[in-house]
């Protein structure tokens, strides 16, 4: 028969208090729930090494009392960590299931390469990952949000996009994967997004790819 976790919890409880009541110069309370092992799943084996490292800080403590404030400082540090699941498994084990950021863009940063995570922060990467778009310009992770969130609520998908060009007025341009250049104003880019592809299913416009919408009411259409 399973027992569920509070009667676990209970017998550990009445085996603390018995062993505390015994005399023995061999065997402590202490040892018994020591944390003695750590099961880390979600993570590849090389992404998983700097967390280990990382939470060897807590192993050895007692498992009913490890630093909670710790234990999430360490989880919350790392930039590949979406979110987690921590579960005690008593005596001496601890298991933490780690969900891994999704990667949204590529991005140099004083000439080393990023990636943007859905968790909104940035995770150092020896290359560029060809499916995903390439940032270009100096923006914030918050800019770059911004204008993620105006692509989604559009017709567009992420995935269509080769290229994101920001510039220093907040603006951006988008270079598509079928060849189209779209200039987006400062002000309401997901209006101008929409225009496009209002645009883009007239016949008379299918040899056009540049869309210059920066300014308000307008629409500036060239052939490369």
Do not use: C
């Amino acid at each position: 028969m399973l027992l569920s976790k509070d009667k676990k919890i209970l017998i550990y409880l009445f085996l603390l208090f018995l062993l505390g009541s015994i005399n023995n110069k061999h065997f402590t309370v202490n040892q018994i729930f020591k944390l003695k092992n750590l099961k880390l799943d979600g993570l590849n084996e090389k992404e998983k090494l700097s967390l280990l490292v990382q939470l060897e800080q807590i192993k050895d403590q007692n498992i009913f009392f490890l630093p909670k404030k710790k234990l999430t400082e360490i989880l919350n540090s790392n930039n590949l960590v979406e979110s987690y699941l921590i579960n005690k498994n008593y005596p001496s084990v601890l298991s933490i299931v780690v969900k891994k950021t999704s990667f949204l863009a590529n991005i140099k940063i004083n000439e080393k390469n990023f990636l943007i995570g859905s968790n909104k922060k940035l995770i150092q990467s020896e290359l560029i990952l060809p499916n995903l778009p390439i940032i270009l310009g100096s923006p914030s992770v918050k800019d770059f949000f911004l204008i993620k969130n105006d692509i989604l609520k559009s017709t567009m998908r992420i995935k269509d996009i080769r290229k994101l060009y920001f510039f220093p007025s907040k603006r951006w341009d988008l270079e598509l994967k079928n060849g189209d250049l779209i200039k987006l104003p400062i002000i309401n880019p997901l209006e101008a997004l929409n225009n496009y592809f209002d645009i883009r299913k007239l016949s008379q416009f299918s040899n056009s790819k540049v869309f210059d919408m920066r300014i308000k009411n307008q629409i500036i259409i060239n052939e490369l």
